[in-house]
């Protein structure tokens, strides 16, 4: 079952723009992570945010978790058309001994 | 640096043929290491996961088993294939001791005919 479920399941912007995507998770967690994946590609870490963190920042990515809600959202500002990739959270529930469960992820279009 | 290797990169073969998928992590020691699958359009299913030699846990019940013959190396099987087990096959590992971002290798497109 996904512990993650992330919202939208897509998302078309333009270059420039910024990109907000939801993930809501339904049972207590050590971290939340955001992977991207490129179309039929592996997939790349981004950023990982502690349970006991409300926000975290790398580059043009901004997440933030709150654990009251259950829920994180990931921002890119100044999207470029290399972010079109598909989105992804996973998380690491507490005694699961770092096995993550993804949600669907959300499809990102950026368009010049 | 780490890096991680996965082959085949693609594979078609007829059901009930059997299946060996290979992953090798190089630059670490005693890495934790993961077998998901991913069906077209959605999120990964941790199948497997070992966080030593000859240790593996399975999250699904199914036609497919793992080993791991060595530190680094981590094989996915299955003695006969079903048109179900289709998909998109990643590997991963993540350092040992800790549980933190995984680092996944560039997958197999496994197509059953």
């Known amino acids: 079952s996904q512990q993650g479920e992330e919202d939208p399941q897509a998302l078309s912007i333009q270059e420039g723009e910024n990109a907000t995507m939801n993930c809501s998770y339904k049972?207590?967690?050590?971290?939340l992570q955001w992977y991207r994946q490129n179309s039929g590609r592996g997939l790349v870490h981004l950023i990982l945010?502690?349970?006991?963190?409300r926000e975290k920042h790398s580059g043009r990515l901004r997440v933030t978790l709150d654990t009251s809600k259950k829920s994180s959202s990931l921002l890119i500002t100044a999207s470029r058309a290399a972010d079109t990739a598909s989105y992804f959270c996973a998380t690491d529930k507490t005694d699961s001994w770092g096995k993550l469960q993804f949600g669907a992820g959300t499809q990102v279009v950026v368009t010049p | 640096s780490q890096t991680i290797h996965q082959w085949p990169a693609t594979l078609v073969q007829p059901v009930g043929s059997p299946l060996s998928l290979e992953c090798t992590v190089e630059g670490t020691s005693n890495p934790n290491l993961y077998w998901y699958r991913q069906a077209a359009g959605r999120g990964l299913q941790l199948l497997f996961y070992?966080?030593?030699?000859?240790?593996i846990s399975s999250e699904v019940p199914q036609n497919l088993s793992a080993s791991r013959p060595q530190d680094r190396q981590f094989i996915l099987s299955s003695k006969k294939l079903l048109l179900s087990d289709s998909g998109f096959y990643l590997c991963a590992w993540s350092f040992g001791g800790s549980y933190n971002e995984q680092f996944f290798g560039p997958g197999t497109r496994l197509t059953v005919l």
């Open positions: 049972t207590s967690i050590n971290n």
């Open positions: 945010i502690r349970s006991n963190e």
């Open positions: 070992s966080v030593g030699i000859g240790q």
